[in-house]
């Protein structure tokens, strides 16, 4: 059996399987955005790390070493701010040849500093090794937590309302321009690209998001709808998204239209906006609406109806595959 037949999240599972029990402490293991340790003092440990490889993840043709070294950062941060948590302490790793640029290398880390200083989080240590081709970044963060203030996937009720951050589908019409080799001559295009190369992690929302009553969250790394349905897996529940509802901003549908590319689309599956999608319950949703500068875009609904979106008539849309998935046809 190769990788490519089953995908990244089947093969998670598969591998899960095969590790021993984890101990009383782990009060959240593999299956979410980071893992947490209860340190029995009220506190949680929060662990995350990710990897960022050239050729899959980044392109070195239009992403700078200093803005990968930022994106590396802020995308780990957004793992944090997920799970209620703010920022830590963060291991870097690079993978380099022989023939890398001494000052690019630099550059990377001058573009987590910029993150570190912007956001929060430091830099405490890490490793350097050859790599026979291309460049490999890991992070790994840790961050300390009140027990009481973790929210995972897997609390989404019947009824909840589907709430994200900011706006969707600006960074993946970013790349498009990027890959297409077009320069953003435009405020719009400029948006875009910005949005792809320097997400701003959500961990002010994130860390809030327990007293507004949220019942589950996430970060939108792989598309609004990919990731939802990680609500719904570990919640035993279906979504209902009205795309009429989805927050679009005026950047990103002149970028899509230039493209010729449709901004729903884009929002729905796009992916890298990471932004939080949550849920909440009705009562509590415009109140949360109003203080976190959030967005409804939908409801969930009972697991047998499974994940719908529909148009602004009611009618049932044709959605493109939902979002990003390592191994897969195309990934």
Avoid at 36 to 51: E, F, H, V, Y
Avoid at 165 to 183: F, I, M, V
Avoid at 306 to 320: F, L, P, W, Y
């Amino acid at each position: 059996m190769q990788l490519g037949s089953i995908g990244e999240f089947a093969l998670i599972e598969r591998l899960g399987r095969l590790l021993p029990a984890p101990g009383a402490e782990v009060v959240q293991g593999i299956g979410d955005d980071a893992a947490a340790l209860d340190l029995g003092d009220g506190r949680l440990l929060i662990l995350t790390t990710d990897m960022l490889v050239e050729g899959v993840h980044f392109d070195l043709a239009y992403t700078s070493p200093r803005d990968l070294g930022y994106k590396t950062l802020a995308v780990n941060l957004s793992d944090l701010a997920s799970m209620g948590c703010g920022p830590g302490y963060a291991l870097i790793s690079l993978g380099l040849q022989a023939g890398f640029e001494v000052e690019a290398a630099e550059d990377i880390y001058r573009g987590l500093a910029e993150c570190a200083t912007q956001w929060g989080g430091r830099v405490v240590g890490g490793d350097t090794v050859s790599s026979p081709q291309g460049l490999v970044l890991n992070l790994a963060l840790s961050a300390f937590m009140p027990s009481d203030n973790m929210i995972t996937r897997a609390g989404a009720r019947i009824g909840d309302m589907i709430m994200v951050t900011g706006s969707l589908g600006e960074s993946s019409l970013g790349l498009e321009l990027l890959k297409r080799g077009l320069r953003p001559e435009d405020d719009a295009a400029r948006v875009c690209v910005q949005r792809h190369l320097r997400p701003n992690p959500r961990l002010a929302v994130g860390a809030a998001a327990k007293a507004a009553s949220a019942t589950a969250m996430i970060d939108c790394s792989d598309g609004l709808l990919a990731d939802l349905r990680h609500i719904c897996e570990a919640s035993g529940t279906g979504a209902a998204v009205e795309a009429d509802w989805l927050p679009i901003s005026d950047a990103a549908r002149q970028v899509a239209e230039s493209l010729g590319l449709d901004p729903v689309q884009a929002a729905l599956s796009g992916g890298e906006d990471y932004e939080l999608v949550m849920t909440l319950p009705p009562e509590e949703a415009e109140d949360a609406a109003r203080r976190l500068n959030l967005t409804s875009v939908g409801v969930i609904v009972v697991g047998s109806e499974g994940m719908k979106v529909t148009d602004q008539s009611g009618r049932a849309m044709v959605i493109e595959p939902p979002g990003y998935e390592h191994f897969t046809e195309g990934a």
